[in-house]
C-alpha cells in the first residue's frame, strides 16, 4: 500500500479487522477544509498497481464522526 501517501490518501485504518480495503483521507479533495474519508481497493494496488475508490465514507471528518455517535 506504499503506492497510497504519494497520492494524496492517508491512510488510518480498514474496513474491520478481516478486510484489508484501506480507509484514508482523500487530501486532493479538500471540502470546506476537511477531507473526504474514502475506502480504497486493496487487490487494484496489490494487482494492478492502481488505485480505485469503491466508496466514499463521509465527505469529512467531522460528518465520519457524526456518524459513528448517532449509529
Same mark, same amino acid.
Request: net charge neutral.
Given at each position: 500500500?506504499?503506492?497510497?501517501?504519494?497520492?494524496?490518501?492517508?491512510?488510518?485504518?480498514? %474496513? =474491520?479487522? +478481516?478486510?484489508?480495503?484501506? /480507509?484514508?483521507?482523500?487530501?486532493?479533495?479538500?471540502? %470546506? =477544509?476537511? +477531507?473526504?474519508?474514502?475506502? /480504497?481497493?486493496?487487490?487494484?494496488?496489490?494487482?494492478?498497481?492502481?488505485?480505485?475508490?469503491?466508496a466514499? /465514507?463521509?465527505?469529512?471528518?467531522?460528518?465520519?464522526?457524526?456518524?459513528?455517535?448517532?449509529?
Amino acid at each position: 500500500l506504499f503506492q497510497l501517501l504519494p497520492n494524496g490518501f492517508v491512510q488510518f485504518g480498514f %474496513q =474491520s479487522a +478481516y478486510e484489508y480495503d484501506p /480507509i484514508c483521507f482523500a487530501t486532493k479533495c479538500r471540502s %470546506q =477544509s476537511d +477531507y473526504p474519508i474514502v475506502r /480504497i481497493d486493496h487487490e487494484e494496488i496489490l494487482c494492478n498497481h492502481r488505485i480505485k475508490i469503491i466508496a466514499t /465514507i463521509a465527505n469529512s471528518f467531522r460528518e465520519f464522526v457524526r456518524q459513528l455517535s448517532s449509529g
